[in-house]
């Protein structure tokens, strides 16, 4: 059995390639056009990365917020996992779990597996790479979700909740990557409008007391 994970090991990386000035390159949809996001503020990270960001494109003016579900530097995601710090070694064990053929079998296991008995009964004997490809798989099942409720609220958005303005993609950073599926190597996200406000957490100081 592993040794126990402490808060303190899966807190965000100072490597994180999230910070306030740099430039990702963001495919728009399944196989859309690929540009690029410049970020200008960074939000705390949970189950997602999230950021402002100024997009290349003339039909998005102004900032938007981009949500990023990548399990490297989703802080809250990583402890529920277990999972340490993420750096490139980690990264190299589940690169190569995954381009030897392991992701599928292991994605179908976790998909058939009741997330308590996961976290109870599997979790502190997994290795590293397998606790990665269970975050992996988790980024993908909370980014489908989400999708899914802007999907069933569309009729509100902008009104009630944000506009989304799309589903996209960080591509596979290397043909390896590529070859492996987007599935289990890439990193899916949304972007959406960014709406001035409070966060939830503050919600009793803000809001409308007479709703």
Same mark, same amino acid.
């Given at each position: 059995m592993?040794?126990?994970?402490?808060?303190?090991?899966?807190?965000?990386?100072?490597v994180?390639?999230?910070?306030?000035?740099?430039?990702?390159?963001?495919?728009l949809?399944?196989?859309?056009?690929?540009?690029?996001?410049?970020?200008s503020?960074?939000f705390?990270?949970?189950?997602s990365?999230?950021?402002?960001v100024k997009?290349?494109s003339s039909?998005?003016?102004g900032q938007?917020?981009?949500?990023?579900y990548d399990?490297?530097f989703?802080?809250?995601?990583r402890?529920?996992?277990?999972?340490?710090?993420?750096?490139p070694?980690?990264?190299h064990?589940?690169?190569?779990f995954?381009?030897?053929?392991?992701g599928?079998s292991?994605?179908?296991?976790?998909?058939e597996?009741?997330d308590e008995?996961?976290?109870y009964?599997?979790?502190?004997d997994?290795?590293?790479?397998?606790?990665e490809?269970?975050?992996?798989?988790?980024c993908?099942h #909370?980014?489908?979700?989400?999708?899914e409720?802007?999907r069933r $609220? @569309?009729?509100?958005?902008?009104? *009630? !909740?944000?506009?989304?303005?799309?589903?996209?993609w960080?591509?596979?950073?290397?043909?390896e990557?590529?070859?492996a599926?987007?599935e #289990?190597?890439?990193c899916?996200g949304?972007l959406?409008?960014f $709406? @001035?406000?409070?966060?939830l957490? *503050? !919600?009793?100081d803000f809001a409308?007391?007479?709703?």
């Amino acid at each position: 059995m592993s040794a126990t994970r402490n808060d303190d090991e899966s807190s965000p990386s100072s490597v994180s390639p999230y910070k306030v000035g740099r430039t990702l390159n963001v495919q728009l949809g399944q196989a859309g056009p690929v540009t690029s996001a410049t970020i200008s503020r960074i939000f705390e990270s949970n189950l997602s990365c999230t950021m402002a960001v100024k997009i290349d494109s003339s039909s998005l003016n102004g900032q938007s917020v981009l949500k990023l579900y990548d399990r490297r530097f989703a802080s809250r995601m990583r402890q529920h996992g277990k999972a340490t710090a993420w750096n490139p070694d980690v990264e190299h064990q589940y690169r190569q779990f995954v381009q030897s053929g392991n992701g599928p079998s292991f994605f179908k296991f976790i998909r058939e597996t009741d997330d308590e008995d996961l976290r109870y009964d599997y979790l502190d004997d997994w290795n590293d790479a397998q606790r990665e490809a269970y975050l992996q798989h988790f980024c993908i099942h #909370f980014y489908r979700t989400e999708t899914e409720v802007y999907r069933r $609220l @569309h009729l509100v958005q902008g009104i *009630d !909740i944000p506009r989304l303005f799309a589903s996209l993609w960080i591509p596979a950073i290397s043909s390896e990557s590529a070859a492996a599926g987007k599935e #289990f190597l890439s990193c899916p996200g949304l972007l959406v409008e960014f $709406l @001035h406000g409070f966060p939830l957490s *503050d !919600i009793a100081d803000f809001a409308d007391r007479e709703t």
